[in-house]
C-alpha cells in the first residue's frame, strides 16, 4: 500500500470513529496537514502526527462528561494534527512557529471563526514540554499530554533518531551519552516534563520509565540496546 492509500485508509476509518468531525476536516487533515511532516527529522514524521492525534482523540473519548462538554472535538482534532508544523523551521522555536502556521493558514477559516483558530493557534504554542507555564486551554492541555507518548522503548528511538538527524557528526559513543542525558533532564525525577490530564494513562507510564532510569547501568544498557537494533536495521 503507498501512502496516498494508507492516508485515504486512516481517513476512512478515523470519519467511521468519530463522525462527529466534519468530512471537510478530517480530508483536508489527512491529505494536506500529516503530510507535511514528511520532511521533518525521523522523530516527528507522520506517524508521529498520527499518534498524537490518535492519543488526543483516546483522551476526548475517555473524558470526563464535564470536561467533555467543554471541548470541541475538531478543535482539539486540527490542534493536534497542526502542533508541530513549525518544525519546518527547526525545533528551538517551532511551537511558536506553529502557531504562526495556524493563524495564517486561509483553510482553517472554511470551518472555525477566528477565537476558534486562535484556540488552535495557542494549544499548539502551549504543547511544548519544556514550557515552564501551564497551557492556556484545556486543548492546549489535551495535546500536551497527547504528545508525552511515554513509553521507554519508543522515547529511547525516538531520542536516538533525533541526535542521528540534528548531531549526525557525534561519535556513537556521544549520541549514547547525549540519549541518556536528555531521558534524565526531561523523564527524571526532577526532570523538566509536566503532566496535564489526570485520566491519561502517562502518569503511571512516567512512573514505569523512572523505574528504569533509578539504575543508571540498566538505562545506559537499554539505550545501547535499542542504538544496536536501530543499526542492525539499517545495514
Known amino acids: 500500500m503507498d501512502r496516498k492509500d494508507s492516508f485515504s485508509s486512516l481517513l476512512q476509518e478515523f470519519s467511521s470513529a468519530f463522525p462527529e468531525i466534519r468530512q471537510g476536516i478530517a480530508e483536508y487533515v489527512f491529505n494536506e496537514v500529516v503530510p507535511k511532516y514528511a520532511v521533518f527529522d525521523p522523530a516527528h514524521r507522520e506517524d508521529h502526527a498520527l499518534a498524537v492525534i490518535d492519543n488526543s482523540m483516546d483522551l476526548y473519548r475517555r473524558a470526563p462528561e464535564e470536561v467533555k462538554r467543554e471541548v470541541d472535538p475538531e478543535i482539539l482534532f486540527v490542534a493536534a494534527a497542526c502542533h508541530d508544523l513549525g518544525r519546518i523551521n527547526g525545533k528551538a522555536r517551532h511551537h511558536l512557529d506553529s502557531g504562526i502556521i495556524i493563524r495564517q493558514d486561509p483553510r482553517l477559516r472554511e470551518w472555525f471563526d477566528e477565537g476558534q483558530v486562535e484556540l488552535i493557534a495557542q494549544a499548539a504554542e502551549d ?11 484545556i486543548y492546549g492541555k489535551m495535546v500536551a499530554e497527547a504528545d508525552r507518548l511515554i ?85
Do not use: C
Request: zero cysteines; proline letters at 5%.
Open 127 to 137: 504543547h511544548r514540554a519544556s514550557n515552564e507555564s501551564e497551557p492556556r486551554s
Open 151 to 235: 513509553d521507554p522503548e519508543t522515547i529511547i528511538r525516538r531520542t536516538l533518531q533525533y541526535g542521528f538527524s540534528v548531531y549526525p557528526e557525534l561519535s556513537p559513543d556521544r549520541q549514547i551519552d547525549r540519549a541518556v542525558d536528555h531521558l534524565y533532564e526531561k523523564y527524571g525525577d526532577d526532570g523538566y516534563l509536566k503532566l496535564w490530564i489526570p485520566w491519561s494513562m502517562n502518569a503511571i507510564r512516567l512512573l514505569e520509565l523512572r523505574s528504569l532510569l533509578a539504575d543508571t547501568s540498566a538505562t545506559r544498557s537499554e539505550v545501547l540496546r535499542i542504538w544496536n537494533s536501530l543499526n542492525d536495521r539499517d545495514r
